[in-house]
């Protein structure tokens, strides 16, 4: 028991120096790496809430939910991604708050779901 204890302490510990580095980053690639924890949480939230979105809606909407969902991705890799001879560059900063944006987006309509109905035309953001 002490042994699970002692482990179960270390774990947060862990935790909360990783929260503490993503506060003051030592380096850029530490910033990167804390950015990125963000974005991948902002992704999962935006997944989640497309899947919770779709089953409520009929035919035409969720016709318009992916296409407004794929012209949303091509307009996120647009602005916020450049290819040069040098590599492929990402604004993970540009790519976390575009995605967190279309994610209260996406919440929003289910929202509009659950309480008045879905209404398809607030689907072509």
Known sequence: MKTVIAALLLCASGAAFAN???DKPKSDFDGLYC???VYQEA???LNTN???LSPKLDAEGKKALKSGQLAWIQD???NCSRREA???FVNLQCATDT???RSQFLQDRVRECN????QNSKLKE
């Not at 309480?115 to 879905?118: E, K, Q, T």
């Open 20 to 22: 503490s580095a993503c």
């Open 35 to 37: 950015l990125n924890k």
């Open 43 to 45: 992704d999962r939230e």
């Open 50 to 52: 497309y899947q919770a």
């Open 76 to 78: 996120r890799n647009d």
């Open 86 to 88: 040098r590599g492929f």
């Open 99 to 101: 995605t967190i944006k």
């Open 115 to 118: 309480s008045s109905g879905c």
